[in-house]
């Protein structure tokens, strides 16, 4: 996933607010390809592995718990810069401060319920997505 991919997670809260396809909407129109998709629910501890990066900050434990509060849809997107671009659209994490337009000041409650997660690296999105997709998932 080097250059083209990165990684995103719609979160508990948008899912349940039935964001999802409005948000997959704004993807496809800011022309990513969408590589893979599913929805799916995450158990505590495996919402610790995925955020094992955090693990020492004092808010993983609620992390964790928010993001096995419900289901979450993954993907995969294709996209040349992906992970910059990508991160333009959904917006900065705090969505009072997130720009006009972006997924996050469209969806997001607040900096923890902040609708989508979105790869800040060529190498995480690498990482993130195989956590969720194996290889025969990833078109």
């Known amino acids: 996933m080097s250059g083209n ?18 948000i997959i909407k704004m993807i496809e ?9 599913k929805k799916t629910l995450l158990t505590p501890e495996r919402a610790g592995e ?7 900050r004092p808010f993983y434990a609620d992390l964790c718990k ?4 419900g289901a979450i849809v993954p993907m995969i997107l294709e996209k040349d810069n ?3 671009d990508f991160r333009t659209l959904i ?5 009072a401060n997130a720009d006009e337009g972006t997924i996050r000041k469209l969806f997001a409650k607040s900096i923890e319920a902040n609708a989508i997660h979105g790869s800040d690296s060529d190498e995480n999105a690498t990482i993130e997505g195989n956590f969720f997709f194996s290889g025969t998932e990833q078109f």
Do not use: Q, W
């Open 5 to 22: 991919r990165t990684f995103t997670m719609i979160k508990p809260d948008a899912v349940a607010e039935n964001h999802t396809g409005a």
């Open 29 to 37: 129109e800011a022309g990513f390809s969408i590589v893979a998709l």
């Open 50 to 56: 995925f955020y094992t990066v955090h693990k020492e």
């Open 66 to 69: 928010y993001m096995s509060s």
């Open 82 to 84: 992906a992970v910059a």
């Open 91 to 95: 917006g900065a994490t705090n969505p």
